[in-house]
């Protein structure tokens, strides 16, 4: 008998429809971010990133040559031109004045009175021409409407990271996030190691006050934590506001779920093999360090992961013990500064925002195949 062609269900088909559609909604708005922060600013003040690689129609304003630029030729005065200067692009219309930047098509006369008139072509180049010595020193404002093709560049991100401080915020955040994720893991290991195979009183206790901690919320103990740290740095001579205290702080808020992932995930090696080691004659630190930690790799990644993202998108810590001083201020901080102060330059904005997403982007990339793993920590017992 032949088999049949197995088929899917569908509910397999609606969770990859789901999944496709997560990634869509998640990957979408990344790729238009990073396109609009490479777009030139013109371009991307009158049209959406999607329209990025087609032409664009924008209005532009210039002005002719002055009076000192202009030439006879057979008794007629001539200045000549180009609006749009280096700027590729094709003219449609022009107009000499706002109520009207439109009157009049490429490669027509505009009679500008007293026998002067202006063509514009389409590329740009201008003609002026009068009957008599033109007399203004600043030239003719002329409206161009033009179709340009799709510019990008680099200009962006060298506004920003030299003009608007986010180099600064981009130092100051790696000094952040990096030690506040290394620290809780450093803690964490050897406390998840020892509430999961050594055996001493009130190690129950100490394994449901973890759980207890995980739903404790910052906002509420994070002014109680504060004043304990100002107090501690007086008694030492400590000042308040540094990198030391932030630390701490990420320090104490992540270890709760970090002790509890790593835990689940190391008593759930198997036993076996620790047990082979301490008949061999290693101690706890050996079997710590040379059997525990690489077995738990994928644990600590899938960690490493939410503390990064956590700390490098905090705004309400570093607030509290940092400060908002520019040396001092991270990167969501300068984003909401720039948001009040540059709110309606998107090319600054999009590339501001694009350079404080590339890390966490790069780390989550580079460990997401342990993260699964780390989070089904503990579900399956090993044999």
């Known amino acids: 008998m032949e088999a049949t062609p197995a088929t ?33 600013k013109d371009q991307l003040a009158v049209s959406g990133w999607w329209t990025a690689l087609s032409s664009s129609s924008q209005s532009l304003q210039g002005r002719t040559g002055a009076a000192p630029d202009q030439k006879e030729e057979n008794g007629v005065y001539v200045i000549t031109g180009n609006l749009l200067g280096d700027t590729a692009g094709r ?41 008599v010595p033109f007399e203004s020193k600043r030239g003719q404002r002329v409206f161009v409407t033009a179709e340009q093709p799709p510019r990008f560049t680099l200009d962006n991100y060298r506004e920003v990271l030299r003009s608007e401080g986010i180099g600064r915020s981009f130092v100051n955040s790696l000094t952040v996030a990096v030690p506040a994720t290394i620290i ?23 394994i449901a006050a973890v759980v207890g901690l995980l739903v404790v919320p910052l906002q509420m103990s994070l002014i109680p934590l504060l004043r304990l740290y100002n107090g501690v740095a007086e008694v030492f001579g400590v000042p308040a506001k540094t990198y ?45 360090t040379k059997i525990i930690l690489p077995l738990s790799f994928p644990a600590l990644a899938s960690f ?19 400060g908002a001083q520019d040396e001092s201020l991270v990167l969501t901080g300068r984003l909401v500064n720039l948001l009040g102060s ?27 195949r342990y993260l699964v793993r780390g989070l089904l920590a503990g579900s399956v017992k090993g044999g």
């Open 184 to 206: 809780p893991i450093l803690i964490a290991a050897f406390a998840a190691y020892a509430l999961a195979w050594m055996e001493f009183p009130g190690r129950a206790l100490l």
């Open 244 to 288: 030391l205290g932030i630390w701490l702080a990420h320090t104490g808020f992540g270890m709760p779920l970090a002790i509890y992932l790593l835990r689940n995930y190391m008593a759930g090696l198997p036993r076996e093999v620790l047990e082979s080691a301490r008949v061999d004659g290693a101690s706890d630190f050996e079997i710590f």
């Open 91 to 131: 003219v449609s219309a022009f107009g000499t004045t706002s109520r009207e930047p439109e009157a009049y098509e490429a490669g027509a006369a505009a009679d500008l009175g007293d026998g002067a008139t202006l063509t514009v072509g389409e590329d740009g180049a201008y003609r002026l021409e009068s009957p």
């Open 8 to 40: 899917k269900s569908p509910l397999t088909l609606v969770t990859h429809l789901t999944v496709l559609l997560l990634v869509a909604l998640w990957t979408l708005p990344t790729a238009g971010l990073f396109i609009s922060s490479l777009r030139d």
């Open 304 to 322: 490493a992961i939410f503390q990064f993202l956590w700390v490098w998108n905090d705004l309400l810590v570093a607030i509290v013990f940092l």
């Open 342 to 368: 540059r709110g309606g330059n998107w090319e600054i904005l999009t590339a501001s925002a694009f350079i404080t997403i590339v890390v966490p982007l790069l780390v989550f990339f580079t460990l997401q």
